[in-house]
Nanobody, 129 residues
Framework: QVQLVESGGGLVQPGGSLRLSCAAS????????MTWFRQAPGKEREGVSCIISSDGTTYYADSVKGRFTISRDNAKNTVYLQMNSLEPADTGDYYCAASRFPTLLLRRSWKRPDKYDYWGQGTQVTVSS
């Protein structure tokens, strides 16, 4: 059974850090492009960061560049999102997603939720003083 389970969310003050984890089961994570999405209340789901399956190339939304880092541990079948210098605008539910879409095309469309095969249930991040 394919499953993605996120963890690591919580309440943090502005300027703080969190590390999110996404543990995969039922499939081999390194065969999939993995992306973190987030959704704030009343807003559309947006792509935050992506790591390409074939070569590990990473992509980031402009709003998180220089603050967030995506990584994966193939041995643990887990992908991570290290979030530093958190801002109130980073508040939302964070989801990891897995895609087998051709990487050549996914490099230009990684932010599109319809390109993903599997989704986790989400973990909540609240940045507030």
């Amino acid at each position: 059974q394919v499953q993605l389970v996120e963890s690591g969310g919580g309440l943090v003050q502005p300027g703080g850090s969190l590390r999110l984890s996404c543990a995969a089961s039922g499939f081999t994570l390194e065969d999939y492009t993995m992306t973190w999405f987030r959704q704030a209340p009343g807003k559309e789901r947006e792509g935050v960061s992506c790591i390409i399956s074939s070569d590990g190339t990473t992509y980031y939304a402009d709003s998180v560049k220089g603050r967030f880092t995506i990584s994966r541990d193939n041995a643990k079948n887990t992908v991570y999102l290290q979030m530093n210098s958190l801002e109130p605008a980073d508040t939302g539910d964070y989801y990891c997603a897995a895609s087998r879409f051709p990487t050549l095309l996914l490099r230009r469309s990684w932010k599109r939720p319809d390109k993903y095969d599997y989704w986790g249930q989400g973990t909540q991040v609240t940045v507030s003083s």
